[in-house]
């Protein structure tokens, strides 16, 4: 019996586990066939969404980086009187 499909689940998937093994091994060191292996995904839904390499790792950064760094390093520190204290609790 087939699964049902959830492209964006599968993509997220795919994301999820490409961005553990880029923080782990880099990004010249992350072999996708270990991606795929980690999502239990076909090559040919990795390439569905991502023509190639350097497409997953412009929407690594995209979809998974940028949320953190806007929250981290561009939102002001929210309830602090002084916002160098707060910016040095911070790091």
């Given at each position: 019996m087939k699964r049902p499909r959830n492209a964006q689940a599968t993509r997220r998937a795919i994301l999820d586990a490409a961005y553990a093994k880029?923080?782990?091994?880099?990004?010249q060191g992350a072999g996708l066939n270990e991606i795929l292996a980690d999502t239990e995904v076909?090559?040919?839904?990795?390439?569905?969404?991502?023509?190639?390499k350097m497409a997953l790792g412009y929407a690594l950064v995209d979809e998974s980086l940028r949320e953190y760094v806007?929250?981290?390093?561009?939102?002001?520190?929210?309830?602090?009187?002084?916002?160098?204290?707060?910016?040095?609790a911070m790091l």
């Open positions: 880029v923080r782990r091994q880099g990004f076909t090559k040919g839904a990795l390439y569905h969404h991502f023509p190639n806007e929250t981290w390093w561009l939102d002001p520190p929210e309830d602090v009187e002084d916002p160098i204290a707060g910016f040095a």
